[in-house]
């Protein structure tokens, strides 16, 4: 059982008492009080995709060092990206599957990325 504190108008009740003139202490069954049912919000399908990827790049990345840090940066990027920007997603979901795919190729050894510099000056 866990207990909350509640603001009340009506008098004491089986599973709760009175802590003050106006707020009681409710007990409520476990199953109730941390369960993801009635905490958390579904994911939408799209969200489902980004998550089932992601699983999926760090079981690859595993069996490969220094994969890891890489994969959790770039997903962390892209966590800002708002969730009405559903083409912007899509286009990454797909480029993470290419990219899944080269991952788990037996020959991929290294990982390199491609960094902007600034122009030199001449």
């Given amino acids: ?3 909350c504190l509640l ?3 009506a008098g004491a009740g ?3 008492r009175e802590v003050g003139p106006r707020f009681a202490v409710v007990a409520l069954p476990d ?3 941390g369960s993801s049912r009635y905490t958390m919000a579904r994911h939408s399908k799209l969200q489902k995709q ?3 990827l ?3 790049f760090l079981r690859a990345g ?3 060092p220094g994969f890891l840090p890489q994969i959790q940066a770039e997903f962390r990027k892209n966590a800002s ?3 009405m920007d559903v083409m912007h997603i899509e286009y990454l979901i797909r480029r993470g599957q290419r990219q899944l795919e080269q991952l788990r190729d037996v020959n991929t050894k290294q990982m390199g990325t491609f960094v902007k510099t600034k122009p030199e000056k001449r």
Avoid: A, C, N
Wanted: proline share 8%; net charge positive; aromatic share 4%.
């Fill in 14 to 16: 089986p599973l709760h």
């Fill in 81 to 83: 990206i708002p969730r």
């Fill in 1 to 3: 059982m866990v207990s």
């Fill in 31 to 33: 199953d109730l009080s």
């Fill in 54 to 56: 992601y699983r999926q």
């Fill in 50 to 52: 980004v998550l089932s």
């Fill in 62 to 64: 595993k069996e490969k």
């Fill in 7 to 9: 603001q009340t108008t």
